[in-house]
């Protein structure tokens, strides 16, 4: 098995879901102008996740193990969605990036209609998920490991899709049999945080129209983009990077990306579009998932 025990990976998704909302309550309270509100539905969100990662890392014992995978099946399929992946659902994108670049690419009509591929391609994701718990060779898990990281490079920079290449990501580091806190993975995770942030600095740019047009200016982002409809960046705070910290903006558009979720949750609140306790459709389906998973029954 190439990847950490059940356990591991549910004390280490613990520590980043810390992370997160310490980035969060940073953002909310110093960058940006939340309100109480905004600060008590943070906290709710934070007691209730953790409660429930904590419940489930108490039902994990010594003897929980990952589901066994059919290593040839799981390499049939995956070899084969990846080439339909790369040659007929990305050939098209790479061809219109490299005449016409990002922007147009993805705003293209002719691109991306999706056919008879869609069907295969729609799993090569989830195998990626699967790919931690294959029970493989270290060398044909490297080899599909640098062929997963060829299609996530392609949408990342091809399509300029974000939310699909990093989970996989993230989800393969959080699984990865390494010490988290030794001094080479520290500096691995800064290099790599540093790395992700210079990357969404350029397709941010790259995927909007200003760009083409009258060039890009993160201040102005920062002030008017849609991000910032529920919670707003305080504008002594955006003048103060466009005039010192430029090359940190990207980083608080990130920190916004992150974290406007949670004054959007607090205005559906406030709208009466869901109740306290969440027994409205959607958020019902979202706790009793969660919930199941840490030995809870509704």
């Known amino acids: 098995m190439n990847s950490a025990s059940p356990r591991v990976f549910a004390q280490r998704c613990i520590w980043f879901f810390l992370a997160v909302l ?18 008590m539905v943070w906290l709710c969100v934070a007691l209730g996740g953790v409660g429930l990662m904590a ?18 099946l799981f ?3 995956f070899l084969a969605s990846f080439f339909v992946v790369v040659v007929f659902s990305r050939a098209p994108y790479i061809y219109s ?27 090569f994701y989830p195998l990626c998920i699967v790919l931690a718990f294959v029970e493989i060779s270290r060398k044909k898990y490297y ?25 996989v990501l993230l989800f393969h580091l959080l699984t990865s049999r390494v010490k988290f806190f030794s001094p080479k993975m520290i500096v691995f995770v800064v290099g790599s945080i540093t ?22 200016s993160w201040s102005e982002t ?48 406030s709208a009466g579009q869901y109740d306290a306790f969440g027994w409205q459709a959607y958020l019902y389906d979202q706790y009793a998932i969660v919930g199941g998973g840490a030995g809870l029954h509704f």
Not at 23 to 34: D, E, G
Not at 150 to 155: G, P, T, Y
């Open 195 to 216: 790395l992700f942030v210079l990357l969404f600095d350029w397709q941010s740019k790259a995927r909007s129209l200003d760009t083409v047009t009258v060039g890009w």
């Open 55 to 72: 419940l489930i890392l108490r039902n994990i014992n010594v003897a929980t193990a990952w589901p066994e995978i059919n290593s040839e």
């Open 222 to 269: 920062l002030r008017y983009s849609w991000l910032m409809e529920h919670l707003s960046i305080k504008e002594e705070n955006i003048r103060f990077f466009d005039e010192n910290l430029s090359l940190v903006m990207p980083a608080v558009f990130l920190l916004q990306y992150i974290s406007h979720s949670i004054a959007v949750f607090s205005d559906l609140i």
């Open 97 to 123: 990036f490299i005449n016409h670049g990002l922007y147009l690419t993805r705003e293209g009509g002719e691109v991306g209609n999706g056919g008879w591929y869609s069907l295969i391609t729609v799993i």
């Open 22 to 39: 310490l980035a969060q309550f940073f953002h909310l309270n110093v960058i940006a102008s939340a309100t109480i509100e905004h600060n």
């Open 75 to 77: 390499l049939l399929l």
């Open 143 to 167: 080899v599909l490991v640098a062929m997963m990281w060829c299609v996530v490079l392609l949408d990342f920079f091809i399509l300029g899709t974000r939310n699909a290449p990093t989970f």
